[in-house]
């Protein structure tokens, strides 16, 4: 992975360039010890410094950030240099509000000397890719971050905030609630109730299984689903009721399913879900960052179907992977993004990890460590920027978000979601298409990071 400093943005912020000076860095070196300290002259203007370090070969660059006038060498730091070379970049900032910027090669003469020249360009200098995902969840070295969980700002960039691995066996799903509800109505239009039962989401070895199985609701087993969470007024239509009514079949979902919601909720943070995706038609996995308005930043988006084309011919089946959100600017509409990533196979034959990383600029979404997609459309961005969010995790079947009439011809998807007695044509499509390979989606792990802006 490529590391990308918040040094950028400091550099963009460079004012003042001539009032203050960044005087030449000292160095000490001892006797016998790889280590030296370089430092800056104390000097009443200096309100901080932020150190940079590169080292020669593949080690990681170092940060170090100094606003503490108070200890002895208020300016300093220690590295190891060795026999070889180094490079410090120290960014300044006086109590003028004005940043400078100077870079520094530190060369080691052999015993207890070294030598120091100022640099003519900036750092960063290093074109070489490094995985230096250490550097942030260091806790030597604090990097600033605007994450916040559970209301509370975070201070430091690369903390974990929240795990996940369904380890606890006594109450393996603590961290939870079941969200209990039809999906029929709109604004999802899926062929789904969420219900809270074993058969339908449970941990085993360590691992969630959110699985859809077919409902069988009618006149002996009344659609009436007990502690309902939703509590609006045609909570009926979607809650169901004790006694049965003809002429409610139609609200009568063909599937049962589950969904849980994240009790924790954050804002500004990366999330990494290990998950093995269903596979099958018109089955539609669910991880998303959800807010009490019903958006939604959508993690990963593979659709069930082996094979599936929109109407402009576009492979958008199993083996292709999106992501965007759900909007919640003129009514809730989806914004899905453009840039994809395909596999040979389904993503569902294995487990991978889909990961989100929600920043105020931009909302980056990884499979497996490498970049696909992003959302950088600012007012998207804040959009989505505007509360805290639950991680919400759900299987369901078909559904205006997921297979949008206006996306899906009519030879791929048999049926239209805004017709009548939807609930019955969705049982058809399924019953028409071959058996579903595999009705589950599977949870491994999950983790929550504090990021900064610079986290790609
Ligand atoms: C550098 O060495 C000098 C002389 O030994 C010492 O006075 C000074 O405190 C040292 N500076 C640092 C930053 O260690
Ligand atoms: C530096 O080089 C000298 C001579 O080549 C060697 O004796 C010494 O161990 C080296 N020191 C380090 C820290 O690598
Ligand atoms: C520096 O910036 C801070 C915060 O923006 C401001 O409160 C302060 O007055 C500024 N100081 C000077 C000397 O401009
Ligand atoms: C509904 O909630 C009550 C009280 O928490 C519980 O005892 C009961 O088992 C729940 N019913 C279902 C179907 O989940
Ligand atoms: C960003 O999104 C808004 C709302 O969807 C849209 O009106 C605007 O044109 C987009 N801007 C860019 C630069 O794409």
Same mark, same amino acid.
């Given at each position: 992975m490529e590391i990308s400093l918040w040094l950028a943005l400091i550099l963009s912020q460079l004012i003042g360039l001539d009032s203050f000076q960044v005087p030449q860095l000292l160095v000490n070196a001892t006797e016998n010890d790889p280590w030296i300290w370089a430092s800056l002259p104390e000097d009443y203007r200096i309100r901080s410094v932020l150190f940079y370090t590169e080292f020669e070969g593949e080690k990681c660059p170092f940060y170090d950030y100094r606003l503490e006038p108070s200890i002895v060498h208020p300016w300093a730091i220690r590295e190891y240099l060795g026999n070889g070379t180094l490079k410090i970049s120290a960014v300044v900032e006086t109590h003028q509000n004005e940043t400078v910027i100077e870079s520094f090669r530190i060369r080691s003469l052999g015993e207890n000397s070294a030598s120091v020249e100022p640099l003519l360009k900036f750092l960063p200098s290093s074109e070489k890719s490094i995985d230096c995902e250490k550097i942030r969840s260091s806790t030597k070295y604090c990097l600033p971050t605007i994450s916040h969980h559970r209301g509370k700002p975070i201070s430091?960039? %690369?903390? #974990? #905030?929240f795990s996940e691995s369904f380890g606890d066996n006594e109450n393996p799903l603590k961290n939870w609630k079941h969200v209990v509800q039809s999906q029929l109505l709109e604004p999802h239009y899926e062929g789904v109730a969420f219900v809270n039962r074993k058969a339908n989401s449970y941990v085993e070895n360590n691992m969630l299984h959110l699985k859809v199985t077919k409902s069988n609701y009618g006149s002996k087993n009344p659609f009436y689903l007990e502690n309902c969470t939703y509590t609006k007024r045609d909570a009926n239509q979607r809650c169901g009721e004790k006694k049965y009514r #003809?002429? =409610?079949?139609?609200?009568?979902?063909?599937f049962d399913s589950a969904k849980l919601i994240s009790l924790d909720t954050f804002k500004y943070c990366r999330i990494d879900i290990e998950a093995k995706m269903p596979i099958g038609e018109f089955l539609f996995p669910g991880l998303t960052l959800s807010s009490v308005n019903h958006d939604a930043i959508r993690i990963a988006i593979v659709r069930g179907n082996k094979k599936l084309t929109d109407f402009a011919s576009n492979e958008i089946g199993g083996r292709t992977l999106y992501a965007g959100a759900i909007l919640n600017d003129y009514g809730t509409r989806t914004y899905e993004l453009e840039e994809f990533a395909s596999s @040979? @196979?389904?993503? %569902?034959n294995d487990f991978h990890t889909y990961t989100a990383i929600w920043k105020a600029e931009s909302i980056n979404f990884k499979i497996d460590g490498r970049? =696909?997609?992003?959302?950088?459309n600012s007012t998207i961005v804040q959009e989505l920027s505007k509360n805290e969010r639950h991680i919400e995790l759900f299987l369901t079947v078909g559904g205006e978000y997921n297979f949008p009439d206006n996306r899906i011809p009519p030879e791929q998807k048999s049926y239209r979601n805004f017709e009548t007695s939807l609930s019955s044509k969705i049982k058809k499509a399924v019953t028409n298409a071959p058996i579903w390979d595999q009705d589950v989606m599977i949870i491994k792990n999950i983790n929550v990071y504090s990021t900064d802006e610079y986290e790609e």
């Open positions: 430091c960039s %690369g903390r #974990l #905030l #003809l002429p =409610f079949r139609k609200f009568m979902p063909p @040979d @196979d389904h993503y %569902g970049t =696909f997609a992003q959302i950088t």
